[in-house]
T-cell receptor
Framework: AQKVTQAQTEISVVEKEDVTLDCVYE???????LFWYKQPPSGELVFLIR??????QNEISGRYSWNFQKSTSSFNFTITASQVVDSAVYFC???????????FGTGTSLTVIP | GAGVSQTPSNKVTEKGKYVELRCDPI?????LYWYRQSLGQGPEFLIY????????DSGLPNDRFFAVRPEGSVSTLKIQRTERGDSAVYLC???????????????FGPGTRLTVL
């Protein structure tokens, strides 16, 4: 069965601090996708990144970086020098390689305090 | 280009009533998905269409829920005899048939907030 665990329910940081959001997943598939989405107070899910299971290369996009470790079934997300606009709920998700049904974690609510 | 749109944005109904929620996917996306998101939870899969047919409806909670996509574009989620427990945000997403480029993913609409009184 597919499962995504985001153990951190809520995190608060002071602006400019770095913060890492944890994601641990379970799957029996050998090939799969992992995703991160941001859900700001407006409610719309915003796509951040997709990672293929066969590509363990870490990725950096501006202040965002992702650490994918297949050995520990983790796909963690780090925001460097956090800003107030980063305040949102962040969801990690897993799908089979067809990219159809997504399995979402319960989300981590991040609050960046000015 | 235009994203996924959903109407209405909010729907308040009384217990026992019938409701229809509409989703207009991104043009050219053959796959369409419905999810339900309860407060404090992640989206929960309901049903997936590939073209006009429901390829996977395993997430529909019971037979009061039904969805159609007659022309392979717009989809309607239908809920009969609504119950208070149906109150949630209903999200629609669309994607290309296959995820080939790095930005191919499910793109979500703003959702319809359903409140059953």
């Amino acid at each position: 069965a597919q499962k995504v665990t985001q153990a951190q329910t809520e995190i608060s940081v002071v602006e400019k601090e770095d913060v890492t959001l944890d994601c641990v997943y379970e799957t029996r598939d050998t090939t799969y996708y992992l995703f991160w989405y941001k859900q700001p107070p407006s409610g719309e899910l915003v796509f951040l990144i997709r990672r293929n299971s066969f590509d363990e290369q870490n990725e950096i996009s501006g202040r965002y970086s992702w650490n994918f470790q297949k050995s520990t079934s983790s796909f963690n997300f780090t925001i460097t020098a956090s800003q107030v606009v980063d305040s949102a709920v962040y969801f990690c998700a897993l799908s089979e390689y067809t990219g159809n049904q997504f399995y979402f974690g319960t989300g981590t609510s991040l609050t960046v305090i000015p | 280009g235009a994203g996924v749109s959903q109407t209405p944005s909010n729907k308040v109904t009384e217990k026992g009533k019938y409701v229809e929620l509409r989703c207009d996917p991104i043009s050219g996306h053959t796959a369409l998905y419905w999810y339900r998101q309860s407060l404090g939870q992640g989206p929960e899969f309901l049903i997936y269409f590939q073209g006009t047919g429901a390829a996977d409806d395993s997430g529909l909670p019971n037979d009061r829920f039904f969805a159609v996509r007659p022309e392979g574009s717009v989809s309607t989620l239908k809920i009969q005899r609504t119950e208070r427990g149906d109150s949630a945000v209903y999200l629609c997403a669309s994607s290309p048939q296959q995820l080939t480029s790095p930005t191919d993913t499910q793109y979500f609409g703003p959702g319809t907030r359903l409140t059953v009184l």
